[in-house]
């Protein structure tokens, strides 16, 4: 990989250099209460949400552990079911460091069939349109029913190019969405995607020069999808966009996944669109300073059995919409062997707990199902089951006790490619999101635990 791209892909937060992953799998191109209850964490697919049980972790009297009413505003009520065709109507940018890092590719002894190999010589492999013409690469799911306009909906979604020229212009449609955007290495302010507006100038007044422009979904799926049209350029033309990375991670999860509430000054603010941020939480951290692709499956208020302050199952749980391509369309169906990660990791449990009682075993028959699902569609992937920041006393001991066993029972049936992280309780001193959820700092934590495992585990 060029030294050009990867300072595009580099930023700091705090003393933490980070590299971006950059491309979808087919690297398409397209023209009561226990210490440990857990708080609510904005809406699932059934309204639910998800927040930190912090005793008194101020040290001010106040105990925290007690369950906060849904303060998300996100138009979804829990227990009512989804309507996961209605969007919901519709920050805080960093500093980037200066210096840059060379993306190594390296499978560090994982064993993996590549998904790519197949085509690796394709146009489309290449960053070419099948005529032969420069185009973008995409990170994430992607619905390529259409190919000339490609559907996404889930957080971190990403379209990447490179250009020769003055400037870009960004074709979308769909929902009301907002997107971290990056103009040859620096943060620009967010774009904020509105109906019936198609065209969004990406970059401008630019020296005539060779550029790159990526554009990161912030806001997650319960905002709805979007369609990308494509990129025109002023001055110039498109290139071949950057290479990909071969390291692929996945993620699994919740609000706490999906950065939301993430930018706001919490603990109290009610979360709007303007507070979620994808692209500071853990998982895209860690996926930047590893130099991997990423694939962010989060939605506000999920559970593995049960969502948010639900008593019983969910049918709308993780396992009945973790292989959407599109996170608002059932009938939408990813094809896992087109993208085979590297590691998979399962960041769910928190609202299962938002009674402030033990899921029991229909949780653990549900993650333990869920988990031997997976490993059929992921045959050489290492599985990294965590829990945290937003559970603590007895609520994490029984969510971890859960995911101990279920680590175990695996262990008997032969598949030893799995480890557990306890991510710690989040706490005053560095701060909160909106409705008690993790922010910044706290992410970035994480995102050091998370990168050290899977350094450790995979060998990176």
């Not at 379209?159 to 103009?183: E, H, K």
């Amino acid at each position: 990989m060029s030294k050009r791209f990867s300072a595009l892909l580099v930023f700091g937060l705090g003393a933490a250099m980070v590299a971006v992953a950059c491309s979808d799998g087919h690297h398409d191109s397209v023209g009561g209460k226990d210490s440990g209850a857990a708080q609510p964490d904005s809406s699932s697919p059934d309204g639910t949400t998800d927040g930190p049980a912090v005793a008194d972790a101020q040290g001010d009297g106040f105990s925290r552990s007690d369950v906060i009413p849904d303060r998300g505003g996100d138009g979804f009520s829990p227990d009512a079911g989804p309507d996961l065709a209605a969007p919901v109507e519709v920050g805080h940018d960093q500093a980037l460091a200066d210096g840059e890092r060379d993306l190594v590719s390296a499978d560090a002894g994982r064993d993996l069939p590549d998904s790519r190999t197949a085509d690796a010589q394709s146009p489309a492999e290449a960053g070419m349109s099948d005529s032969g013409t420069a185009s973008a690469s995409l990170l994430g799911r992607f619905d390529r029913t259409d190919p000339a306009r490609p559907g996404f909906g889930w957080s971190g979604s990403a379209m990447i190019a490179r250009f020769q020229g003055t400037g870009a212009t960004l074709r979308i449609d769909g929902s009301p969405n907002q997107f971290a955007l990056l103009v040859d290495g620096v943060l620009s302010p967010v774009l904020k995607v509105t109906s019936g507006t198609t065209q969004y100038a990406v970059a401008s007044a630019l020296l005539s020069g060779t550029h790159d422009v990526v554009v990161w979904k912030r806001t997650e799926g319960n905002q709805g999808s979007n369609r990308f049209l494509g990129f025109d350029v002023a001055g110039g033309q498109l290139l071949a966009p950057p290479a990909t990375p071969d390291r692929r991670i996945e993620i699994y999860g919740d609000s706490i996944t999906a950065g939301y509430g993430l930018d706001g000054q919490g603990p109290n603010c009610t979360f709007t669109p303007d507070t979620e941020n994808h692209y500071l939480t853990y998982g895209a951290l860690t996926a930047r300073a590893l130099g991997t692709e990423l694939h962010t499956i989060a939605w506000s208020g999920i559970g593995m059995y049960r969502n948010y302050m639900v008593a019983t199952a969910s049918a709308d749980a993780m396992p009945a919409v973790y292989a959407r391509t599109l996170p608002d369309q059932a009938a939408s169906v990813w094809a896992f062997d087109s993208w085979q990660p590297h590691a998979v990791v399962i960041n769910l449990g928190t609202n299962d707990a938002s009674n402030g009682d033990d899921p029991g075993t229909p949780f653990r028959t549900a993650y333990l199902d869920f988990v031997r699902t997976l490993r059929q569609k992921y045959p050489s992937t290492y599985f990294v089951l965590t829990i945290g920041p937003m559970l603590s006393g007895t609520s994490l001991a029984v969510i971890k006790g859960h995911l101990q066993a279920v680590i175990q029972t695996r262990l008997t049936e032969g598949d030893s490619q799995l480890s557990f992280l306890e991510f710690p309780v989040q706490t005053g001193s560095d701060g909160y999101g909106c409705d008690w959820h993790p922010n910044a700092a706290t992410n970035a934590k994480m995102a050091t635990l998370l990168t050290a495992e899977l350094k450790t585990r995979l060998g990176w």
